[in-house]
């Protein structure tokens, strides 16, 4: 059985810092390429983050590049998010997914076969 558990969210100041976690089991991690998700209230889920299963190619949307940063621990099959410099609009709840052995088209929800419950991430101004 396939799991995928985010956590590490919470409420922090506008400037501050979170690192959210992904534990991933229940697949073979390293054959499967990773993404971050994020939906806000009102709003469509939008890419954040990915990171390739070969290679570990990394992809960003223009709203986070150069505050965020997605790493893996294939050894402990875990998936991260660095958030650094939050601003309130980074307000959302925060999806890690999975794509078995895909390297393109990361950024599209519908390419990815596992999806954690999501953790809330709140900035305030």
């Known amino acids: 059985q396939v799991q995928l558990v985010e956590s590490g969210g919470g409420l922090v100041q506008a400037g501050g810092s979170l690192r959210l976690s992904c534990a991933a089991s229940g697949l073979p991690f390293s054959s499967y390429s990773m993404g971050w998700f994020r939906q806000a209230p009102g709003k469509e889920r939008e890419f954040v983050a990915s990171?390739?299963?070969?290679?570990?190619?990394?992809d960003y949307a223009d709203s986070v590049k150069g505050r965020f940063t997605i790493i893996t621990d294939n050894a402990q099959n875990i998936l991260y998010l660095q958030m650094n410099s939050l601003k309130p609009e980074d307000t959302s709840v925060y999806y890690c997914a999975a794509a078995y052995r895909t390297f393109y088209y990361l950024r599209r929800s519908s390419n990815y076969d596992y999806w954690g419950q999501g953790t809330q991430v709140t900035v305030s101004s």
């Open positions: 990171i390739t299963y070969s290679g570990g190619i990394t």
